[in-house]
């Protein structure tokens, strides 16, 4: 009996325990679930970040393309391996990219403050130039380096073996832009405000347009922007003059004829930064068009006449630049046409015409019926001098501009062109083509029957889109590009193991290049 009493109250006692953790292991009841929620505050593809006030959009693009005739993913045959027009030459250049850009915004009671990051993962073909060797030698441009204690012996970079195999050095990683804006500033790297909205590309992908500014990749400012409503406005700002805005300033003195022909005309003294660029703009954007009218002024500082700041140097010269840009709307051709067109003039600040993508350097070989081949070279700095002289500015104007065509709501074709000249004042002219000048004394040059440093370029393009489906659009871009040189005659080239160029006569000629960049594109 008394066993049957303790089994039963061992049961009760166990099935009590049992009852008690079962109590226990009872889910509670759980938190709601915050979930993203659409932000129409700002436009499409705006979320707000969960748990805060703060809206987000994701965007970018995914892009596959080819130049032709270029060893550059922007450019024409313009210099180095590029302009030799040889076998070391690439007869096309492909390039992956993507795209991705993060956009932030937070209502506050100054207004809305944004961030706004653009980010872009690349791959590109790299080419080869040579080494100088009598083999003939060459190092491939994204792998290998040259051994500096044997020259002609390249020398291994990463996993490459001979500069065929593991090419991992063709990727790479650029920041366009970076900013902050509220209550009106923005701070960070973005579009220069003396560029129009459409940068450099009035209706074109061709990088290299020149007549006129174009920081498509962003630059580093300060800026205030005023907003009088009805489409106006106006920008002061201070921008980062050293990465994409010194086109050089040249000491003269140490320039030679082999130099020029190579695409430069002495040594590159630039000092240190002293001062932004400063920046004036004021536009009017409606439902015509757009009208933009930009200045801005660049502080030409020098280092040193010679080797160290014993030999001293020239005093800081300012430069400056005006741009004019219109866009216009709504013309009767059809639905979406566009004209964009500008106008730019700079004295020593030749970037504004010259954008950094297009470069202001020219070394272009080509056929010749009296001599060896025809060469064509050209070079626009900012500034240039002579030692124990000052600086003399560069003054260039240009202009650029494009009709854009929908023939309907999936192809449409864009007509564009560009012009810039250089000009060169006294100073210049005297020390490389006067008496006694760099590019006509002695007898390799004896052949030179005109001798003049400004020159012209000259650029026609035609692109045309097709769009398929929403945010996928396949393009070819067709560009001309002139190079109007003002030297004649022949001259005694000393040549150049880079370029592979030999030791030999050259005749003194214009230059012309043709680059058809096909891409497909998709955005999201």
């Not at 050293?242 to 050089?248: D, E, F, I, L, R």
């Amino acid at each position: 009996m008394k066993l049957v009493k303790s089994l039963l109250l061992g049961s009760a006692a166990g099935l009590i325990a049992v009852g008690g953790a079962q109590a226990a292991d009872l889910p509670v009841k759980a938190k709601a679930v915050e979930y993203v929620k659409i932000c129409s505050l700002y436009g499409a593809g705006f979320y707000y970040i969960p748990g805060t006030d703060t809206c987000i959009k994701l965007g970018g693009y995914l892009r596959a393309e080819v130049a032709l005739n270029t060893n550059s993913s922007f450019s024409g045959q313009l210099t180095g391996n590029n302009g030799a027009r040889n076998r070391l030459t690439n007869y096309y250049t492909m390039r992956a990219r993507e795209d991705l850009n993060i956009d932030t915004r937070t209502a506050t009671e100054y207004g809305v403050v944004r961030t706004f990051f653009d980010g872009v993962f690349s791959w590109t073909t790299g080419n080869y130039a040579g080494t100088g060797s009598a083999t003939g030698a060459t190092a491939y441009s994204g792998t290998l380096a040259l051994n500096t204690s044997n020259p002609t012996a390249p020398a291994l970079v990463g996993s490459s073996i001979n500069g065929t195999d593991g090419n991992t050095s063709g990727g790479s990683l650029g920041v366009y832009y970076a900013f902050i804006q509220f209550a009106g500033f923005t701070m960070g790297k973005a579009v220069s405000q003396f560029d129009a909205p459409w940068t450099n590309y009035p209706g074109n992908n061709f990088d290299s347009l020149v007549g006129g500014s174009g920081t498509v990749t962003g630059v580093n400012q300060f800026t205030y922007t005023a907003d009088f409503g009805q489409g106006v406005t106006a920008s002061f700002s201070a921008e980062d003059a050293t990465a994409y805005y010194q086109a050089g300033n040249m000491n003269l003195t140490g320039a030679s004829a082999t130099g020029m022909i190579g695409g430069a005309y002495g040594s590159n003294a630039i000092g240190g930064s002293r001062s932004p660029n400063l920046v004036g703009m004021v536009r009017v954007d409606q439902a015509w068009g757009l009208f933009q009218a930009s200045v801005a002024a660049h502080d030409n500082h020098v280092a040193y006449y010679g080797a160290n700041e014993a030999t001293g140097h020239p005093d800081d010269k300012w430069g400056w630049a005006v741009q004019l840009a219109l866009s216009i709307k709504n013309i009767p051709t059809g639905a979406g046409d566009v004209i964009n067109i500008s106008g730019v003039y700079t004295d020593g600040a030749t970037r504004y015409n010259f954008q950094n993508l297009a470069g202001s350097t020219y070394s272009m070989f080509g056929s010749s019926g009296i001599a060896y081949q025809s060469v064509g070279f050209a070079f626009a700095p900012d500034t240039v001098f002579v030692t124990g002289g000052q600086q003399e500015t560069v003054k260039t104007w240009g202009f650029r501009g494009a009709y854009t065509h929908n023939w309907d709501p999936y192809w449409n074709t864009a007509l564009y062109g560009a012009y810039a000249q250089a000009q060169y004042g006294s100073t210049a002219k005297n020390a490389l083509c006067g008496v006694g000048g760099t590019f006509v004394t002695g007898a390799s040059q004896a052949g030179v029957t005109g001798c003049n440093p400004d020159f012209a370029i000259g650029q026609v393009g035609i692109i045309t889109r097709w769009t398929p489906v929403k945010n996928l659009t396949f393009s070819a871009d067709l560009n001309w590009t002139h190079l109007d040189q003002k030297y004649a005659g022949t001259v005694a080239y000393a040549g150049s193991g880079t370029t592979a160029k030999p030791a030999t006569v050259y005749e003194l000629k214009d230059q012309d290049t043709i680059t058809l960049l096909l891409r497909a594109q998709r955005n999201w």
